[in-house]
């Protein structure tokens, strides 16, 4: 049986992933220039061609980058972290004539059209899953929360399975594809889960049972390699770390910090009360499911199913008493301020919410909505 260690990590540290479309500041469209970018970012700090930035990686299209944080104690501090590169990102992308955007998709870009980074894992991806992969025009933001024991992973992965419409509906921004108005909230996260080993998780008993299916996965070719798993939310044993990967993309600093913190809040607040001997509930699989669906579906309007017993809520007012209860934790964590900022996402909307109106007010242009995304990535 495949045997996969558990780095250590220190409990309740964050790091974020923030990934950024490239836009032609002429037409707003899509722009496959993130090699430019990368190679002058490795440039600009006394790196080699070949070299990876620190802090600015390459992803799936070549419209596409990652910015990343190293190890965080606290939001604020990650938050800084994706402040400063995403402006030096912001420059650097100015001397290409793009600008930066950011949500889970592009409203009018053609998907079929945008060409992949050349790499091997990549091309691969395309090959196995042909038009599903190539419908891949998506971006998202992922949160790390370190755990210091590895038996907290898999109850922690549920756990946060449960939160999977909260944070669905806080982050929605892709209410449009192709030039269309899907009607969802996130026609990403209904995307997304078309690849092999993505969606929502298997729950596990056991850490040797999520071995066995690693290893299974391995063997039949599913997966060369465990980080190909890309569940909505995964263990990360690499990093010794449970990885939320929910959310939409998002515009908003002020946005991300605050599911940031909601993000570490619950993973801390679970793993207390493992470690008191309280264990997380599960979700009957198809409320899973059906929970993903709604918020997909109806964002920040839907009413959401809390537990196995099947009671109801409206995900705004679950997402109000949850900030409340764990007002206590986010102050031993030191992001209180940015757990506030999910009822001021909830009072402002969300980015889905957002984009209709830009698009309503503007006589249907798709352009304009794309312009206004672009405004509040600058003003990062």
Not at 71 to 100: F, I, P, Q, S, Y
Not at 123 to 143: E, F, N, P, S
Not at 330 to 348: P, R
Not at 357 to 376: L, M, P, T, Y
Request: with cysteine.
């Amino acid at each position: 049986m495949q045997k996969i260690e558990f780095a250590q990590s220190a409990q309740s540290t964050i790091g974020v992933e923030w990934e950024i479309a490239l836009v032609n500041r002429e037409d707003a469209d899509l722009c496959s220039v993130a090699e430019k970018v990368l190679d002058q970012l490795k440039e600009d700090a006394g790196l080699g061609h070949e070299d990876e930035h620190p802090t600015v990686k390459p992803e799936l299209l070549m419209n596409t980058v990652e910015v990343v944080t190293g190890v965080h104690n606290t939001v604020a501090g990650a938050t800084e972290e994706l402040r400063t590169n995403v402006r030096m990102l912001n420059d650097v992308a100015g001397d290409h004539g793009v600008d930066l955007y950011s949500a889970g998709s592009h409203p009018f870009a053609a998907p079929t059209l945008q060409p992949v980074t050349d790499k091997d894992r990549y091309a691969k991806l395309i090959d196995r899953t042909q038009w599903w992969g190539r419908q891949m025009v998506i971006y998202g933001v992922h949160v790390h929360v370190g755990l210091d024991s590895r038996d907290k992973a898999l109850p922690i992965t549920d756990g946060l399975i449960n939160y999977q419409p909260h944070f669905q509906a806080l982050s929605a921004s892709s209410p449009y594809w192709g030039g269309e108005d899907t009607g969802y909230a996130s026609q990403r996260s209904l995307m997304f889960q078309q690849l092999p080993a993505a969606g929502i998780p298997f729950h596990f008993n056991s850490w040797s049972e999520y071995e066995s299916h690693i290893a299974d996965m391995l063997h039949t070719g599913v997966i060369d390699d465990v980080s190909e798993i890309r569940w909505d939310v995964r263990p990360v044993p690499r990093f010794g770390t449970v990885e939320m990967r929910i959310c939409d993309g998002l515009s908003s600093l002020e946005d991300i910090a605050a599911i940031t913190a909601l993000t570490q809040c619950l993973v801390h607040d679970m793993s207390m009360s493992i470690e008191a001997g309280y264990k997380i509930p599960i979700m009957p699989a198809w409320f899973r499911v059906e929970n993903k669906w709604r918020a997909a579906r109806y964002g920040l309007d839907a009413i959401i199913i809390l537990n196995a017993q099947g009671d109801e809520m409206l995900v705004t007012d679950h997402l109000r008493a949850e900030v409340k209860r764990l007002a206590p934790v986010a102050e031993q964590l030191g992001c209180s301020k940015e757990l506030q900022g999910i009822i001021t996402l909830i009072e402002s909307g969300a980015e889905y919410q957002r984009q209709r109106k830009v698009f309503a007010s503007s006589g249907g242009d798709f352009h304009a909505v794309v312009r206004d995304n672009v405004a509040r990535m600058k003003a990062v």
